[in-house]
């Protein structure tokens, strides 16, 4: 087995989501650790130093948007890769996010797990360049 290739943290208040999201990083070698709000996020980044979040936007607490902004603002979290996976489909709410330094945003209706993974090595690889 090989050793992992990154720490993710999942950030999604949705559990099945949250958990299918979870187990299909891991198979990919990942460590993954879970929040299921955007307080308990923020947390867990912090002291989790992961190589990369995925984020939802609608969560209980603090909403994803703020929880981007406050990464964003944070020297200590500011350059991990934040990829938003969100019901929101409005171009206004993709704009917003990739403004706020979201490096991907994909809509929880069209999206599949395959296609998550493929960014999630993206901007990994992107991140240690």
Known sequence: MDAPVGK???????????????????????????????EEALRLIRSEQPDIIVLD???????????????????????????????????????????LGAVAYFNKSTFSLGELVKQVETALIQGRN
Do not use: C, N
């Not at 999942?10 to 955007?38: F, I, P």
């Not at 500011?78 to 990739?98: C, F, G, H, N, T």
């Open 57 to 99: 936007l609608i969560m209980p607490k603090v909403q994803g948007f703020d929880v981007l902004q406050t990464l964003k603002q944070d020297a200590q979290t500011s350059s991990i890769p934040v990829i938003v996976l969100s019901s929101l489909a409005q171009d206004r709410d993709k704009q917003e996010a990739l403004s």
């Open 8 to 38: 993710i943290v999942v950030a999604d208040d949705d559990r099945m989501l949250r958990k299918a999201t979870e187990t299909t990083l891991r198979r990919h070698g990942y460590v993954v650790s879970t929040a299921s709000d955007g």
